[in-house]
């Protein structure tokens, strides 16, 4: 299979590039960008991009990779700060401009033989700098402009270097699909060999080779997810496959009744049901931090996945539902892209876990997985459920977990997705939500003073959940959910909306 590396440097598009990448057929993964050759040579790319990123090639501190990155006899594109990188390191010189360019610009075509081959010329493109390359580096040669940018594309055909100011992998520039695909196919030579239906097949082989005759348990969320990874593992293994579905307290509202039916009956999986609410909720009695939420929860799974393996026998093999948007986020600060937080999956688990994991989703994004869940056999609407959050409604619980204020998000979450779906919006979504706030404010009710907690409700689209906006919802819906949570949950008298897009927020509080 061919692969490709996104070397990230910061950009908020990083992500957006992969997916593209692989939208065109071509498997794509993203390393840091101070990733060492001898790494890059091990993982055997067949190209690389440069991704953009927020600072300047010539400032004290700027991520800058090992030189030699350019003589791996791969083929290169650098995009926007991965072009005037690209152009620092071979020769060239890049300073700060007095007009900055953000926004469209028209793209003259200069040369369309290679990387612009079949581009019309004064096309949109999408710009976000403030530097410029004054000087190209030798063996380079001009082929687009823009007004404002008199080295747009830049292209040394010999060494299959490239380099593009703007960014193509967004809506925002049209053609930038087209680029992607001339550098992918017609100048590195690769094929669109990626699809779900290869992914199963070479996933199914893995996880084979991988347990041989061993056992595995697989922890079950309810979502998407985890069922997907199931039913990979058990097209694999069959019987040797054990799930284990936990009542962890910190579930939606009848969530875990109805999961249960559909685990057994519809997808003919071997489950065993545990009822842990009170472990899990005595386990954070006090505790307010997110992160030491999500540690506790990662490891108290653990610690119940080690007991029924014990019960069984023989178990060797942890299965999870983790997927790449869960990896890159709990990725080890290294570089311009910090660790935002621990997922359950990922970063939530403790050390010295006796299971060797298996993760067969581990390199799809959200949408690919549920791409691949449809291609299983799963219905529609189990496929299009909302995203939940590994350790449930204890990060949306803004400081300390109990029973009584479990009780009152999950109700209130229940009102916003019942109303939402009622709106017709909740298919336009890519999670809805309600979170208890920590603190209490002052209301009338029949005439009497309340001083009762608040509730935050949380609407956003998203195709990935990498970036995420918020959703400008009717404020008839918005009413709606308001009037409702305030007569029906005990305990509420005040409900705000989110009116937070991810950057700078998350999507969820904590």
Not at 32 to 47: G, N, V, W
Not at 206 to 217: L, Q, S
Request: aromatic fraction near 8%; proline fraction near 6%.
């Amino acid at each position: 299979m061919n692969k490709i590396l996104i070397v990230d440097f910061g950009s908020q598009y990083t992500q957006l590039i992969a997916r593209k990448v692989r939208e065109l057929g071509v498997y794509s993964e993203i390393v840091p960008f101070d990733t060492p050759l001898d790494e890059l040579r091990t993982r055997a790319p067949r190209a690389l991009i440069l991704s953009g990123g927020p600072q300047s090639v010539y400032e004290k501190g700027a991520p800058l990779p090992d030189p030699g990155i350019f003589d791996l006899g791969l083929p290169v594109l650098g995009i926007c700060y991965g072009q005037q990188l690209t152009a620092h390191l071979l020769g060239g010189k890049v300073t700060p401009h007095a007009r900055r360019e953000y926004g469209f610009a028209a793209l003259k075509v200069r040369d369309r033989s290679g990387l612009l081959a079949g581009v019309r010329d004064l096309r949109p493109v999408w710009m976000s700098h403030g530097d410029r390359l004054d000087k190209i580096p030798p063996g380079f040669r001009v082929t687009g402009t823009t007004a404002n940018t008199k080295a747009a594309v830049i292209e040394n055909g010999a060494r299959r270097i490239y380099g593009v100011q703007f960014h193509p992998e967004v809506v925002h520039t049209p053609e930038g699909r087209k680029i992607l695909g001339n550098f992918l196919f017609r100048l590195a030579g690769l094929a669109p060999d990626w699809s779900m239906g290869s992914f199963v097949e070479r996933k199914v082989r893995e996880v084979r080779e991988a347990v041989g005759r061993g056992k595995v348990i697989c922890g079950l969320s309810g979502g998407v997810d985890s069922a997907v990874a199931a039913l990979i593992i058990h097209r694999a293994i069959g019987r040797r496959l054990t799930c284990v579905f936990v009542d962890n307290g910190l579930l939606r509202k009848g969530q875990y009744g109805e999961l249960m039916a559909r685990f057994r009956r519809t997808l003919s999986l071997n489950v065993v049901g545990v009822d842990a609410a009170a472990e899990f909720v005595a386990a954070l009695r006090g505790v307010t931090s997110p992160e030491r939420k999500r540690k506790i929860i990662g490891g108290l799974f653990v610690e119940i996945f080690d007991r029924q393996a014990k019960r069984i026998g023989g178990v060797k093999f942890l299965a999870q539902g983790t997927i790449y948007p869960d990896v890159i986020e709990s990725r080890p600060v290294r570089g311009p892209s910090q660790t935002i937080k621990s997922h359950h999956n990922v970063g939530g688990l403790p050390e010295g876990l006796t299971f060797e994991l298996v993760e067969p989703l581990r390199e799809l994004f959200k949408d690919e997985v549920r791409a691949l869940a449809l291609e299983l056999g799963l219905d529609e609407e189990f496929v299009h459920q909302h995203p939940f959050p590994g350790p449930g409604l204890a990060v949306r619980i803004v400081g300390e977990v109990n029973a009584g204020s479990l009780g009152i998000v999950r109700d209130a979450d229940a009102i916003v997705v019942e109303e939402t779906k009622r709106a017709g919006v909740y298919c336009r979504l890519w999670q809805a939500f309600a979170v208890l706030l920590p603190v209490k404010s002052v209301g009338v009710m029949g005439d009497r003073r309340t001083y009762q907690r608040a509730v935050a409700v949380r609407l956003v689209q998203s195709v990935d959940g990498m970036t995420a906006s918020w959703f400008p919802a009717a404020p008839e819906l918005l009413a709606r959910i308001s009037t409702r949570i305030v007569n029906e949950v005990r305990g509420v008298n005040r409900v705000v909306y989110d009116v937070t897009s991810k950057p700078p927020g998350t999507i969820e509080w904590e």
